[in-house]
C-alpha cells in the first residue's frame, strides 16, 4: 500500500485489539488485491442514547486504481452481533472483499 492505513474511532477510545484486527485485515486485502494504494477506515461505536438496535458502524474506503475508490459502509443494524466491534470489523471486511471481486470480475 503506498498511503499507510489511517484508523479512527468515534464515540470509544481506540482498541488495541481492534487497531490489531483492522491491520491484520487490510493486510489480508492487500494479498486478495495488490492494486490498493489507500485505505482508511472509520469505527464508530454504538451511542448509548438506544436502548437496542445500533450495533458498532464500521466504514472502509479503499483506493483502487484505475477504478473507482470504494467505500463499504455497515451502518447501524438490528444485527445483534455487530454489537461486538470485531464482527462488524470482519462483516464490514468481507463485503470490502466482495466489492473488490465485482470490480475485477
Not at 482498541?15 to 483492522?22: C, F, K, N, P
Not at 485485515?25 to 488485491?33: A, G
Not at 438496535?53 to 470504494?70: K, M, R
Amino acid at each position: 500500500m503506498q498511503i499507510a492505513p489511517e484508523i479512527t474511532f468515534e464515540g470509544s477510545d481506540s482498541s488495541d485489539a481492534a487497531r490489531a484486527q483492522i491491520l491484520s485485515e487490510i493486510e489480508k486485502l492487500e494479498t486478495h488485491n495488490h492494486r490498493i494504494t489507500g485505505c482508511r477506515v472509520k469505527v464508530i461505536a454504538p451511542s448509548h442514547k438506544h436502548r437496542h438496535g445500533t450495533g458498532f458502524q464500521v466504514n472502509i474506503w479503499l483506493t483502487v486504481p484505475p477504478h473507482e475508490n470504494i467505500v463499504v459502509s455497515n451502518s447501524e443494524s438490528d444485527d445483534a452481533r455487530h454489537e461486538h466491534a470485531n464482527v462488524a470489523i470482519k462483516d464490514a471486511f468481507a463485503a470490502a472483499r466482495r466489492q473488490i471481486d465485482a470490480l475485477t470480475a
